[in-house]
């Protein structure tokens, strides 16, 4: 057996000369210890079922009259009842919590250094053994149909934007907490969700014309730049809160994704009122404004991310494939009064041809990006509206990529390679999101332990079956600690444990629309359906395939 090594040591009375033969006797003892009668080599065991058995093992019997105070359970400083069963001849103890632990919970086994054993030593070094319990299996929630849950989800989450939209601007807030904080892209995803909430019976046609012209009567206001809208503006005033020192001006992929709802919503109010018929003539004038060609930084041959009316063009980040950004490329390419020629496209874009991939991962062609796929969001962002499933180009063919990047990042998670509990088929999905103590994008080569539920909830039209199955476990099994006012919380680690207490707009956004996709492909079809963007994909020899 694999041992941790202590000392028990015996000592003379306190303040009382030790004679010559009552020197004290150090004694060579040590403690092993199995939780479920096994031994990891650590102190941390993860998983941990909820009622578990530790053993400790001493080379010399122990008192039982010091257990008491000597080892404590905890979770978050809170003592744990223990039973003790210590063996006959007092060299075994086993301990057992009263009652059932909490799933997915931390809790401290500590051993102090008062633990005696019968002959007066006691413990010269403490031991705090980490167990960190694995998932409560019973059901948080009733069972009812896949169709039902996918409609409560498409309800909750859309509370996100409509509930708690800026109540000055209607935008949709960054974040839970952001206050006054609003996003541009993800006020675009907000956008398409009121569509789907009006398709849904969540909220009467009426009702979504007038919060969708609310936001757009904030933004005729609001800071721009060439026609391009910042990262993060002041919901009360519109003026620019900086995304980064400087990046404190135009952001060119959030204001495409602000774009794409607009021409959603422009494509959906098609009727003759008057409220309508001005909310389509809004829209126009601010697709229009879209300096598209002028992020060319003097006619070169890519588009640019950012522009700062303080540091010019200092961050000079091209928008350059495979990410979330073809959008971008396809609005430009659409746009009436600020086009792009194609070999932009070609050359910013797709660099040439370099974005393809073609390598085979898990078993999968993955057609296009890094390899193993990257974040999952590379494939919800843009395809919130532009439908991959009949799309492709001289690159791809966009429904083979989408399902390959899912399928990937899927295999890595069952595959498990750092050995993080709880990876599984049934809970899966790798994007970026908050992780414990920050935010990134979790990836197959980025992979710190954090899923997040818009991962495999988003993709559900490339992967319906593994997306089910994903979404039935993060409500029935997780639910009590992952479901809360908004839907799904942004993130979690099973391996630590740790849950996220945020819903980004920008995560929660694409649950909803693409749940939506999924049911009617009532965005796609909206979207596909504007002419300047059929005329977009044309001038850059997409085909749509029927």
């Known amino acids: 057996m694999n041992r941790i090594r202590f000392f028990l040591i015996f000592f003379c009375g ?95 086994l500590a051993i102090n250094p008062i633990l005696k054993t019968t002959s007066g030593g006691v413990l010269l070094n403490p031991i705090t053994i980490s167990l960190n319990t694995g998932i409560d299996s019973t059901d948080k929630f009733p069972r009812i149909s896949d169709d039902e849950l996918l409609t409560k989800i498409q309800q909750q989450t859309f509370a996100y934007f409509w509930d ?148 010019n063009w200092e961050m000079n980040m091209p928008v350059s494939g495979w990410n979330e950004a073809l959008m971008v490329y396809v609005l430009a390419a659409s746009s009436p009064t600020h086009s792009i020629p194609k070999s932009v496209y070609d050359n910013g874009w797709a660099k040439n041809g370099s974005i393809k991939n073609g390598q085979t991962f898990y078993g999968t062609v993955l057609p296009l990006g890094p390899n193993l796929g990257g974040p999952l969001f590379f494939e919800h962002y843009s395809f919130m509206a532009l439908n991959p499933l009949k799309l492709s180009d001289a690159n791809a063919n966009y429904n083979q990529q989408v399902k390959a990047h899912t399928k990937i990042n899927l295999a890595y998670v069952i595959s498990n390679p750092k050995k993080f509990y709880g990876y599984s088929a049934d809970c899966w999905g790798l994007t970026a999101s908050d992780i414990s103590g920050g935010y990134t994008a979790s990836s197959p080569n980025n992979d710190g332990g954090f899923i997040a539920p818009t991962a495999a909830i988003s993709s559900l039209p490339y992967t319906p079956e593994e997306s089910m199955r994903a979404i039935r476990f993060f409500y029935y099994k997780l639910g009590d600690q992952l479901w809360g006012t908004y839907g799904f919380k942004d993130a979690f680690s099973l391996d630590q444990p740790w849950f996220a207490d945020s819903y980004l707009a920008i995560d929660q956004g694409p649950e909803m629309v693409m749940i939506e996709n999924y049911r009617s492909q009532l965005i796609w079809n909206l979207f596909m359906s504007c002419p300047e963007v059929q005329a977009g994909l044309q001038k850059l020899q997409f085909q749509i395939i029927n």
Request: net charge neutral.
């Open 164 to 311: 708690f939209g800026h109540p000055t601007s209607g935008m949709a807030r960054e974040r839970n907490n952001s206050g006054d904080v609003v996003t541009t892209g993800g006020t675009g995803f907000g956008i398409m969700a009121m569509i789907a909430a009006v398709n849904l019976g969540f909220i009467t046609r009426a009702d979504a014309n007038a919060r969708i012209q609310k936001i757009i009567n904030f933004l005729k206001t609001a800071d721009k730049f060439h026609g391009v809208f910042p990262h993060w503006m002041n919901g009360n005033t519109g003026k620019v809160i900086p995304f980064s020192t400087k990046d404190d001006g135009a952001d060119l992929v959030e204001t495409s994704f602000l774009m794409e709802g607009l021409l959603v919503a422009r494509q959906y109010f098609s009727g003759t009122l008057t409220s309508e018929q001005t909310l389509r003539n809004d829209v126009n004038q601010l697709y229009q404004s879209v300096e598209w060609d002028w992020f060319r930084q003097n006619d070169s041959q890519q588009l640019y991310w950012h522009w700062s009316p303080n540091y």
């Open 14 to 108: 306190a303040l009382v000369a030790c004679k010559k033969d009552n020197v004290p006797k150090i004694t060579d003892t040590s403690l092993a210890f199995t939780v479920n009668g096994v031994y990891n080599g650590s102190l941390t065991y993860k998983g941990v079922n909820l009622k578990p058995k530790i053993q400790l093992n001493f080379s010399e019997a122990v008192d039982s009259t010091s257990f008491s105070q000597a080892i404590k359970l905890t979770n978050s400083g809170f003592a744990v009842p223990l039973s003790f069963q210590l063996s006959s001849d007092k060299l075994h103890l086993d301990l057992i919590p009263k009652n059932n632990l909490m799933g997915l919970a931390a809790y401290q």
